[in-house]
């Protein structure tokens, strides 16, 4: 509609400019003209036949100039010979008026001409050359070009590092970009190069750190954890620093430690942000996990055998995901399908996953608590959730541009029944 409203609004502003000329009409300048080429005319007329009558001129050279003269004025009114009338007994009024309708005519039939040509010549060429379905694809293909000039940037340093293997400050730049792309595997390698050769810096320990977490499924247990928490002995206010250690404390069940981390770096985020507001949400679940643990610790003295853990798979949730067959050729048999369950409101960690392959499809799977990324954020805690299968062309955890995806919106985890994802849209 905002497409057809400016097309509409630029033909009427063409016809603004162009029209009126054509419409509008000059009588005044055209007869003050006109009157003028009729006196002088007139004026030659009369000289002619007073040299007639003085025997200057003959009959037949009269009336050659005679008719030189009729056409010359006919000329100068932009008119054919008005009849056969001859100039002497043609009222100037007569010539004046003929002149200024044939001029006022004129104009107008152009300006109808224009009205109707201009939309219709425009509406069939763009009819026959334009493709209005590219107005609902600008974002879309706005962004390819951005990210297909950055992943040869990022090919080009990773070559030149090749050559430069001591450009610490080149490894740490080539780690952010893979980072960005969601190549976590060579982010890895890139800020692995960088630690080597920078050393116990806090920065880059993190940055390592968290690359290896991603590369784990984001599992900060062992060498992630150890990075972490030696950069929070350098530097205690490290605002990555203290969310990574909350996240490896809860994910080892320390939820007084976790709780302890995220308090302060709740205090350092900026009031109301919406960083703030999802480090509350979790310490409000940490908060309800903490008296449970707590009080299994002060049972486990007096306790000869401790009592058995409910299996993982007491809660879950069966699903079975397809591919819809109009995007089967979108996909490659070896592309990553992720299912997943999400919070309905809050953090969009999943709460329990499952990684697979395109060419495991159609598949049937069941998330459980044994499957979730945090202890904190796992199926059990929720009465509600979104279900959720994507095939990623990266194999990228994040979503982006161009992955394939089927939801639920809405599933109680009470409700036994199969569920079935269809993955039948695109992300844009």
């Given at each position: ?9 630029m ?60 056409q ?22 007569m ?66 590092l ?17 980072k ?22 806090p ?62 770096l ?134 982006q ?28």
């Amino acid at each position: 509609m905002l497409f057809l409203l400016i097309v509409s609004v630029m033909t009427l502003a063409a016809f603004l400019i162009v029209l009126p000329p054509l419409w509008r009409k000059h009588p005044v300048a055209a007869a003050d003209q006109d009157q003028r080429n009729i006196t002088i005319a007139r004026q030659r007329l009369a000289e002619l036949k007073e040299q007639l009558q003085n025997g200057a001129l003959s009959q037949a050279l009269y009336e050659e100039q005679l008719v030189e003269l009729e056409q010359a004025l006919s000329d100068d009114l932009d008119i054919s010979r008005i009849g056969s009338l001859p100039i002497a007994t043609l009222p100037p009024s007569m010539a004046v008026e003929s002149h200024v309708k044939a001029v006022s005519s004129q104009g107008r039939w152009m300006a109808w001409v224009l009205m109707l040509a201009i939309p219709l010549v425009a509406g069939s060429l763009y009819w026959t050359l334009g493709n209005y379905q590219s107005l609902s694809q600008v974002e879309q293909t706005a962004a390819a070009p951005e990210l297909e000039q950055m992943t040869k940037m990022v090919a080009g340093l990773a070559e030149r590092l090749e050559k430069q293997p001591d450009d610490a400050l080149g490894w740490t730049m080539l780690g952010r970009s893979y980072k960005y792309l969601q190549q976590h595997d060579k982010a890895v390698d890139a800020f692995g190069h960088a630690y080597k050769l920078l050393g116990d810096q806090p920065e880059i320990m993190l940055l390592y750190a968290d690359a290896l977490a991603f590369a784990n499924d984001e599992q900060m247990d062992g060498k992630p954890a150890e990075l972490v928490f030696k950069a929070l002995a350098m530097e205690p206010d490290n605002v990555t620093g203290l969310w990574l250690g909350g996240m490896a404390k809860a994910q080892a069940g320390d939820f007084t430690a976790a709780m302890d981390l995220w308090k302060k770096l709740e205090a350092l985020l900026p009031p109301g942000s919406e960083a703030q507001q999802e480090i509350q949400v979790l310490l409000a679940k940490l908060a309800t996990q903490i008296p449970e643990s707590a009080a299994q610790a002060e049972s486990k003295p007096v306790q000869a055998k401790a009592m058995p853990a409910p299996p993982a798979s007491a809660v879950g949730i069966n699903i079975q995901v397809s591919l819809a067959p109009e995007l089967q050729k979108s996909a490659s048999p070896t592309d990553t399908v992720f299912i997943y369950a999400q919070a309905l409101s809050g953090p969009k960690m999943p709460l329990a996953i499952v990684r697979k392959q395109v060419s495991d499809l159609p598949l049937t799977v069941e998330l459980t608590d044994a499957m979730a990324m945090m202890p904190t954020m796992k199926l059990s805690n929720f009465e509600q959730v979104k279900l959720l299968a994507r095939i990623s062309k990266s194999g990228g955890a994040m979503q982006q541009s161009g992955d394939l995806i089927g939801v639920i919106e809405q599933v109680a985890l009470a409700d036994k029944s199969l569920q079935k994802i269809v993955i039948n849209s695109r992300i844009k």
